[in-house]
T-cell receptor
Framework: KQEVTQIPAALSVPEGENLVLNCSFT??????LQWFRQDPGKGLTSLLL?????REQTSGRLNASLDKSSGRSTLYIAASQPGDSATYLCAVPGGGADGLTFGKGTHLIIQP | DTAVSQTPKYLVTQMGNDKSIKCEQNLGHDTMYWYKQDSKKFLKIMFSYNNKELIINETVPNRFSPKSPDKAHLNLHINSLELGDSAVYFCASSQTTTGYTFGSGTRLTVV
């Protein structure tokens, strides 16, 4: 059974810092990994999708890496801004009903 | 213009009632899903539906039933609502090459 762990559970940093969010998964037989952002009371916004054949993906100030063999992914946020404050979720295929298995998320606060 | 849309956004109802949540996607994705986000914000898959094949998460009570009139729609019907059904329900669709797209959620409150 796939399990996804995200560390840290919560993070509060001053604006401008570079930061790394970690995600680990137990079953490395995945075909992709997806990072999402969830704002309070809102839905999930897809940030980055990494296919199993890729090592990393970049979108603006975000960079996600994937190491399938070790069961790990990191989300790097450069030059953080208060608008980056949200919960960041990592998810991989392999949940029941053929869906995604999610981590519990990292609750990020960027202090102005 | 919305990729995955679900209605209603909020639903307040009494215990024992039957209710439905609708979902539509205009992305041409082959598979649609329902997820439940509980009070601790943890997301869990409930159903997936692909080309008339329904896969049910074994933990979902049979009071919950998905209904798909066509490839672009997957509605969720809930019978005999219970207090513990209160949660946010998310519809999603996916394609292997593009990943998952989620709707904005339906906040269900059972009183």
């Amino acid at each position: 059974k796939q399990e996804v762990t995200q560390i840290p559970a919560a993070l509060s940093v001053p604006e401008g810092e570079n930061l790394v969010l970690n995600c680990s998964f137990t079953d490395s037989a995945i075909y992709n990994l997806q990072w999402f952002r969830q704002d309070p009371g809102k839905g999930l916004t897809s940030l980055l999708l990494i296919q199993s054949s890729q090592r990393e993906q970049t979108s603006g100030r975000l960079n996600a890496s994937l190491d399938k063999s070790s069961g790990r992914s990191t989300l790097y946020i450069a030059a953080s801004q208060p608008g980056d404050s949200a919960t960041y979720l990592c998810a991989v295929p392999g949940g029941g009903a053929d869906g995604l298995t999610f981590g519990k998320g990292t609750h990020l606060i960027i202090q102005p | 213009d919305t990729a995955v849309s679900q209605t209603p956004k909020y639903l307040v109802t009494q215990m024992g009632n039957d209710k439905s949540i609708k979902c539509e996607q205009n992305l041409g994705h082959d598979t649609m899903y329902w997820y439940k986000q509980d009070s601790k914000k943890f997301l869990k898959i409930m159903f997936s539906y692909n080309n008339k094949e329904l896969i049910i998460n074994e933990t979902v009570p049979n009071r919950f039933s998905p209904k798909s009139p066509d490839k672009a729609h997957l509605n969720l019907h809930i019978n005999s609502l219970e207090l513990g059904d209160s949660a946010v329900y998310f519809c999603a669709s996916s394609q292997t090459t593009t990943g998952y797209t989620f709707g904005s959620g339906t906040r269900l409150t059972v009183v």
